[in-house]
């Protein structure tokens, strides 16, 4: 699916140059315009302002499985409060009744890099569902580990198929992480579709399914959450 991606800037008072480049990107009918960090071109988003609407596409690693959702798709928007955000995630496409797990990655597609659990979708029967989560996503989302500390117990200890817990954490610099992924919270849902039965870490008890949409669209390195620039 050809993703649309349309970022808006909500900034009363905008600069000609500004403007100018949305009337551009309009009359072109282009998706929009994104840079990673060698200044690449891609043509799925425009950093503009302090707000950010973007589509989510089916997953990368379903391409060998065509018969699990292939109408998955989304759509996340992201306001800037100021200090916070809210994003509003909708998805389409799905299984009925199932729940699904909505992370921010640092690359889109596997192995994902550092990931952050931000909640779960539940799909009504139409297989339709949403989620609205405050925190950070914008330019500045990242995460850092200064140094070394003994992990918590395991609460999921038992719990059959659970990924465990790392005893501690490792030691990194700030890495900032721009994409948005969802994941099936039951391999049994995947296998269901003809799908594979593998486990993974993404949902709260690490015995979750395969990704099923993301932000595949975006270079690795620039994913949407990056041009919501809180700094303006």
Do not use: C
């Not at 929009?32 to 690693?61: H, M, P, T």
């Not at 995630?89 to 931000?118: H, K, R, Y």
């Not at 954490?169 to 849902?189: E, K, L």
């Amino acid at each position: 699916m050809n993703a649309k991606t349309i970022i808006k800037n909500q900034l009363v008072k905008m600069k000609a140059p500004v403007l100018a480049a949305l009337a551009i990107a309009t009359l072109a009918s282009t998706s929009a315009i994104a840079a990673d960090e060698q200044n690449a071109v891609n043509d799925n988003a425009v950093g503009l302002g302090k707000f950010i609407e973007f589509q989510l596409v089916r997953s990368n690693g379903l391409i060998n499985f065509p018969n699990v959702t292939p109408h998955a798709h989304g759509n996340v928007t992201v306001r800037s409060m100021g200090t916070f955000e809210i994003m509003r995630v909708t998805v389409a496409g799905l299984p009925a009744d199932t729940v699904f797990n909505l992370f921010i990655t640092q690359v889109p597609n596997a192995p994902f890099g550092l990931s952050w659990f931000e909640g779960e979708i539940k799909t009504n029967q139409f297989g339709e569902g949403s989620t609205e989560i405050i925190g950070r996503f914008s330019k500045e989302t990242f995460i850092v580990s200064p140094g070394v500390a003994a992990a918590p117990a395991d609460p999921f200890t038992g719990i059959m198929g659970s990924i465990p817990d790392a005893t501690q954490n490792p030691v990194t610099a700030p890495v900032q992480i721009y994409h948005v992924g969802v994941w099936f919270n039951s391999p049994a849902d995947v296998v269901k579709l003809g799908g594979p039965g593998t486990v993974t870490a993404f949902n709260g008890q690490h015995n979750a399914g395969v990704q099923v949409l993301s932000t595949a669209e975006f270079p690795d390195g620039a994913g949407p959450l990056f041009f919501l620039n809180d700094l303006q």
